[in-house]
């Protein structure tokens, strides 16, 4: 229903567990982001690619390691985790070119809790 | 880096009254877009905002961004109950920067 579509929607892993999150759009976009939304602050960007090369990557942890393997597909994979890394892990996809900033079309999302 | 604050961070309204969010830049933006997100779901896009001064009106809804083109805010005319949500505002290059957002409580 969203054009862009993340799997899974809920995951509990162990600190000592490897884990990957997928998203996947399906409106032909050339532009693809993680965020990180944690309560009471701000959507956070992790990582940015655009056509499939990796352009702002916000000093994320090592411990998140995106994948772009095509403009359709994107991955955020996941180990050694902390318990303060548990947030809503949002995927959006987008144009790119022109001279503003295109609209971002956002999944579900993935509800990652690290115990 | 650029910063994007949003204030109020909570309002609680009663259906029918107005609502008001502002949203600051710490570094003029080429343009800004606003969302809404519902208790529960993600962000969705409601309006893209790019020349000094512009105010565009959404139906309940009306968008203005500031002539320096650091601030802009969204203002709900009559509140009713599916307003319900948190309105980010965002702005930047190569994937946009956002406000804490505003959320937006409704009683009946």
């Known amino acids: 229903e969203t054009g862009v579509t993340q799997t899974p929607r809920h995951l509990v892993m162990g600190m000592t567990n490897k884990k990957s999150l997928k998203c996947e759009q399906h409106l032909g976009h050339n532009a693809m982001y993680w965020y990180k939304q944690s309560a009471k602050k701000p959507l956070e960007l992790m990582f940015v690619y655009s056509l499939e090369e990796r352009v702002e990557n916000n000093s994320v942890p090592s411990r998140f390691s995106p994948e772009c393997p095509n403009s359709s597909h994107l991955f955020l994979h996941l180990h050694t985790l902390q318990p303060e890394d548990s947030a809503l892990y949002l995927c959006a996809s987008s144009r790119t070119g022109g001279s503003y900033n295109s609209p971002l079309h956002f999944g579900n999302g993935t509800r990652l809790t690290v115990t | 880096g650029q910063q994007v604050m949003q204030i109020p961070q909570y309002q609680h309204v009663q259906e029918g009254e107005d609502f008001t969010t502002y949203c600051n830049s710490s570094?003029?933006?080429?343009?800004i877009q606003w969302y809404k997100q519902r208790p529960g779901g993600h962000p969705v896009f409601l309006i893209q905002l790019v020349k000094s001064g512009e105010v565009k009106k959404q139906k309940r809804l009306t968008f203005q961004f500031g002539e320096a083109k650091k601030n802009s805010s969204l203002h709900i005319t009559a509140t009713q109950t599916t307003d319900v949500g948190t309105y980010f505002c965002?702005?930047?290059?190569?994937?946009?920067?956002f406000g804490k957002g505003t959320h937006l409580i409704i009683q009946p």
């Open positions: 570094t003029t933006l080429s343009n």
């Open positions: 965002g702005g930047g290059a190569d994937g946009l920067t």
